[in-house]
């Protein structure tokens, strides 16, 4: 989960901020959303890392991906259909 393919079509500027009340990622492979708070507990994550944990939005606000731990519905299926790649590091 260290890379995310950006679809074309994707509303940029991207934004990359930290969590915020109420935040729900559309996850690939998931019918309906999951809140990122729910997420982050699943996942183990302790509380100072919560508050600066890295999401990427499109200008709308969808949230595309949760580095190291969820990508949404909205990633390029493959490489060929991807305009860019975003790496987490």
Do not use: M
């Not at 940029?12 to 690939?28: A, N």
């Not at 183990?44 to 949760?66: A, C, E, F, H, Y």
């Not at 299926?77 to 305009?83: D, F, G, L, N």
Request: positive net charge; hydrophobic residues 35%; proline residues 6%.
């Amino acid at each position: 989960l260290t890379i995310f393919r950006l679809a074309e079509g994707t509303e940029i500027p991207l934004i990359v901020r930290t969590r915020r009340e109420g935040d729900r990622i559309k996850p690939f492979g998931l019918n309906g959303h999951k809140k990122i708070k729910e997420l982050f507990i699943d996942e183990k994550i302790p509380l100072q890392q919560r508050k600066i944990w890295p999401i990427v939005t499109d200008q709308s606000g969808n949230i595309l991906w949760v580095p190291g731990l969820k990508k949404s519905c909205y990633e390029a299926r493959s490489s060929k259909e991807a305009i860019y790649i975003l790496r987490y590091r």
